[in-house]
């Protein structure tokens, strides 16, 4: 049995995934590693570069795009690890981080997943862990207060040191495979927020999910949601409903239904008046006048 599974989704981004697997493979030239990629469908080429470049790849190639959380699952199917490393296509490592996360899980049994620091392009500090979504961290992510969110935020930790949060990024997530016997896979119904939604499960469950700055890793961020604006945007709105119609009250779900709606149209009026000047304004307001119905009845997968 191979002691990591690299699980990594691929869509439409190859230079990006080519790198990626170029920094894995120069850090972890380790047989006990084995590279499961979940294509969702590109049409850029990846699928071939990746079995010319990097013919040991376990290579799933859909014929549809079936998003992130459902294309990981296939990998996490997939997979012989001991531990799941489920990792986005636009990361490159600058260090040896698996080794260094098998070296803690296995001299800490009580710890379970573990949530490297995300550095941006430039090397910069990327923000990526967060406490659980409320009504009122929602509110002001919609109407840009976000800077009122310093504690949702970890602004009262150390980022340098390591401790136990609530919920990551799903860019890296590292974990040992029996987590998915505890609490289960991804849930596909979700996307944009599954990495929230597992992290919420694994901790209301106590198993202790920590973030884990001994290793650092580079997060392209935000390439694949370029894209397709239609998905990314909807996913992100609608999701939120989701997720609180899965963890919370109904009343809180009316209230962050409300809220979403009320964001959705801001966008709408902004992004339609600066549309004429800008093909980015005109395409992001095309995707929330898509979104707008979907807020009030969300789709069960991504659409």
């Not at 992130?68 to 990361?91: H, S, V, W």
């Not at 070296?103 to 430039?122: C, F």
């Not at 090397?123 to 659980?132: D, E, F, M």
Request: glycine share 6%; hydrophobic share 40%.
């Amino acid at each position: 049995m191979k002691k990591v599974s690299v699980v990594i989704v691929n869509y439409n981004v190859k230079e990006l995934i080519l790198a990626c697997l170029r920094t894995l493979y120069l850090y972890h030239p380790d047989s006990n590693i084995e590279v499961i990629v979940v294509d969702n469908d590109s049409k850029d080429g990846s699928g071939e570069a990746i079995k010319t470049q990097f013919p040991g790849v376990i290579l799933l190639e859909n014929k549809f795009n079936a998003g992130f959380p459902k294309g990981n699952n296939q990998g996490f199917e997939l997979a012989n690890g001991d531990y799941i490393f489920m990792l986005n296509p636009d990361t490159e490592f600058i260090e040896n981080s698996i080794d260094k996360m098998v070296d803690y899980l296995e001299t800490h049994p009580n710890a379970w997943l573990l949530a490297p620091k995300l550095l941006n392009s430039d090397g910069g500090w990327q923000l990526s862990a967060w406490r659980y979504p409320t009504i009122t961290s929602v509110f002001c992510e919609s109407f840009y207060l976000s800077g009122l969110l310093k504690k949702k935020n970890y602004a009262d930790k150390n980022m340098d040191e390591i401790f136990e949060g609530e919920t990551f990024s799903g860019a890296a997530l590292f974990f040992r495979r029996e987590l998915f016997d505890r609490i289960g896979m991804l849930d596909e119904t979700m996307f944009w927020i599954e990495d929230v939604e597992f992290c919420w499960r694994a901790n209301h469950q106590n198993y202790t999910c920590l973030y884990f700055p001994e290793t650092k890793i580079i997060h392209h961020i935000g390439q694949s949601a370029k894209k397709n604006y239609n998905i990314s945007i909807s996913n992100q709105v609608y999701n939120k409903v989701k997720f609180f119609r899965k963890h919370h009250s109904k009343f809180s779900t009316a209230i962050i239904v409300l809220i979403s709606g009320m964001h959705v149209i801001s966008k709408i009026i902004v992004l339609g008046l600066l549309s004429p000047f800008k093909r980015v304004y005109y395409l992001k307001f095309k995707a929330y006048l898509y979104t707008f119905p979907r807020v009030f009845n969300p789709p069960k997968g991504i659409t």
